[in-house]
Every structure is written in structure tokens, then in C-alpha cells.
């Protein structure tokens, strides 16, 4: 049972995804925690850095759903590119809003 190259791949795409997230930024800047939503558009709280690392992890997902459709069966994969990109797409959305919420420049 070694540990197998799909889970190192899972694990490292979870970092990169953790890290375009804000990861860093958050660690540097030492942001704060308490405000849900910082209301300076330069600042990140670790609320918000969870909140784009769920929005980039479900539009991946949406992207490996449409990604994998081709291998099922012809009556699920018109449901798989469906469902992948109704994720793909909220989440796109969700990411466009979000900036949006913050009050001052």
C-alpha cells in the first residue's frame, strides 16, 4: 500500500489552491480574524481567504466533473457536463460578487 500518486496529486493541488487563495497573504499581514469582511478593499480576513479557497475548490470541481464526463456511460455525461458547469459557474459568479461586498476602495 504505498501512497499512491493521485493522493500526492489531490494534496498538491489543495496547496496550490490554498496558496492562490491568499494563503500567504494572511500569514504576512497577520489579517484579522473576527470581521466576516474587511471593509478595505487591500485588506484579507481569514474568512474571506476560506471563503475563496471553497469558491476555487468547487469551480475545480465543476472543471474535473466536465473533465470526466467522456468516461461514463452517453445518458450520464450530458448530466456530468450539466452538473460541472453549474459549478463552474456559480462559482464564477460568487468570485465576481465577492469583491463587490467590500465597501471602501
Do not use: C, D, N
Not at 32 to 60: C, D, G, K, N
Amino acid at each position: 500500500m504505498g501512497f499512491g500518486l493521485e493522493r500526492l496529486a489531490v494534496i498538491l493541488l489543495a496547496f496550490v489552491v490554498l496558496v492562490a487563495s491568499g494563503l500567504f497573504y494572511v500569514l504576512a499581514e497577520q489579517a484579522p480574524s473576527l470581521p466576516v469582511i474587511h471593509p478595505q478593499q487591500t485588506r484579507q480576513t481569514v474568512t474571506e481567504m476560506l471563503v475563496v479557497f471553497f469558491l476555487y475548490a468547487t469551480a475545480l470541481a465543476g472543471l474535473f466533473t466536465i473533465y470526466s464526463a467522456p468516461r461514463t456511460g452517453r445518458r450520464t455525461a450530458l448530466l456530468y457536463v450539466l452538473v460541472g458547469a453549474t459549478l463552474l459557474a456559480l462559482s464564477a459568479i460568487l468570485l465576481h460578487w465577492l469583491p463587490s461586498l467590500k465597501p471602501y476602495p
